[in-house]
């Protein structure tokens, strides 16, 4: 009698609607129209439960407004039409470390900040200047509102849907997912890009821009669509065992 093989069952939210948001990178502008975008199908769609936003992390850094990035994803919680859940990413994770160490101030200056500091008002000084951005540190941390600083601090590391579970970079493979450590989930990439392994749950994540498109496995979705070189701001619509992506351009 031949073998009867199954059907692998898809990945399934567990019929919750889910949108998941791509890293931003202080393009405000894309956010809003995504965001505006995933109203109107929320709306259309008439789920039974509040729909679920995850913004995967990286909202600062590299883009004209890291400020109103994080202002945005702050009214989209208050206005209570979606359950947030905000993750924290590898920039996220450094903003917090160049508000604490004014030592950190040079490195995080030179490689990634100096937008986000001038979208909070304080000029950005020249990164080899140590003394420079050691004072630009203190002006920032004294400017830096309270609610975002907060924001920063109540940041998820994960959050798990059913079949799928949403992080910022990946996961370390061969570590069960109750035991993944913070920096592999905000900055891993290639032991994680470059596995097969079934993770235990589809990984919804950002982190290594896929060029415009989003990037799928069977093991996991990309969603970093490099909005500050392609334009284009992503997000995965997930609802039961369907998936289709949003996009919204600078």
């Not at 405000?28 to 995504?34: G, N, P, R, V, Y």
């Not at 830096?144 to 849907?161: I, K, M, N």
């Not at 970079?169 to 596995?195: K, N, S």
């Not at 979705?221 to 289709?244: M, W």
């Amino acid at each position: 009698m031949p073998e009867i093989r199954s059907t692998p069952t898809p990945p399934s939210t567990g019929g919750r609607l889910v949108y998941a948001v791509g890293d931003v990178h202080g393009y405000a502008a894309a956010l809003k129209a995504l965001l505006a975008d995933i109203a109107r199908d929320a709306e259309a769609s008439r789920p039974a439960e509040t729909p679920l936003l995850v913004f995967v992390g990286d909202y600062v850094d590299r883009g004209p407004d890291s400020r109103g990035v994080i202002d945005l994803i702050l009214e989209t919680e208050a206005s209570g039409r979606f359950e947030v859940v905000a993750l924290k990413g590898n920039h996220e994770d450094a903003l917090l470390r160049f508000l604490e160490e004014p030592a950190y101030a040079s490195s995080w200056i030179g490689n990634w900040g100096e937008t986000t500091i001038i979208s909070y008002g304080i000029v950005p000084p020249e990164p080899h200047d140590t003394a420079a951005c050691e004072r630009a540190q203190a002006r920032f941390a004294a400017a830096f509102p309270e609610g975002h600083r907060a924001f920063l601090g109540r940041l998820a590391l994960q959050q798990t849907v059913g079949d799928y579970l949403f992080v910022h970079a990946g996961v370390r493979p061969g570590v069960a997912l109750d035991a993944q450590i913070p920096r592999d989930l905000m900055w891993i990439r290639y032991d994680f890009l470059e596995c097969a392994d079934d993770f235990g749950k589809v990984v919804v994540h950002g982190h290594t821009p896929s060029a415009g498109r989003p990037e799928i496995k069977a093991n996991r979705i990309n969603i970093d669509t490099g909005v500050y070189f392609t334009g284009l701001l992503t997000a995965v619509r997930l609802e039961g065992e369907t998936r289709r992506f949003i996009q919204a351009g600078v």
